[in-house]
């Protein structure tokens, strides 16, 4: 199966600068790589996903970028505001249409 | 408003008693998926189903259960043989193709008291 690696587990940064969350993955054929938002007590939400035939995708103050011969993949979130602050879980595609997730990152933004 | 909804929110289970999670989507997606939630452990597949009257283990089925007879509903029964239930539960959907996103319900909690 796959295996999503995802780090730091505790990222804090100051409101304005921006944070930056890495994953890597085994499984080689992985080419859909999602990463989601999830708030205290609620289920997690997608903020932005990325195939294979790109390296990068944006969306407004998020970005994800890919590196496929590493099999890395990273996300972005400039100009850090307070409601920013959540888990953020990485995933990548393998098998029969599942999603492996990474263990989560808690991102704290320090007013 | 399409979405997926579990219920309840919260659960409580004397050790012994099997329980069963609702998950219920009005989205007309094919693919549904449970998975458990604990501290630091990120999200474990524990069953998924692609189509109506089929399903698979995930990683961490021992002492779970499901059905899918209609395409809305994937119900999860946690049984006695699980030992450690208690966790936060999520159920989630996807379209039946590929590399697309998975909608999440806001998750049941289930304790074992």
């Known amino acids: 199966g796959e295996n999503v690696e995802q780090h730091p587990s505790t990222l804090s940064v100051q409101e304005g600068d921006s944070a930056v969350i890495k994953c890597t993955y085994s499984?080689?054929?992985?080419?859909?790589f999602p990463w989601y938002k999830q708030e205290l007590g609620k289920g997690p939400q997608l903020i932005i996903d990325i195939r294979s035939n790109v390296g990068e995708k944006k969306d407004q103050r998020i970005a994800v970028t890919l590196n496929k011969t590493a099999k890395h993949f990273s996300l972005h979130i400039t100009e850090t505001q307070p409601e920013d602050s959540a888990v953020y879980f990485c995933a990548a595609s393998y098998g029969n249409n599942r999603l492996a997730f990474g263990k989560g990152n808690q991102v704290v933004v320090i007013p | 408003d399409g979405g997926i909804t579990q219920s309840p929110k919260y659960l409580f289970r004397k050790e012994g008693q099997n329980v069963t999670l609702s998950c219920e989507q009005n989205?007309?997606?094919?693919?549904m998926y449970w998975y458990r939630q604990d501290p630091g452990q990120g999200l474990r597949l524990i069953y998924y189903s692609q189509i109506v009257n089929d399903f698979q283990k995930g990683d961490i089925a021992e002492g779970y259960s499901v059905s899918r007879e209609k395409k809305e509903s994937f119900p999860l029964t946690v049984t006695s043989a699980q030992k450690n239930p208690t966790a936060f539960y999520l159920c989630?959907?996807?379209?039946?193709?590929?590399?697309?996103?998975?909608?999440f319900g806001q998750g049941t909690r289930l304790t074992v008291v």
């Open positions: 499984d080689s054929a992985s080419n859909y």
């Open positions: 989630a959907s996807r379209p039946g193709q590929m590399n697309t996103e998975a909608f």
């Open positions: 989205l007309n997606h094919d693919a």
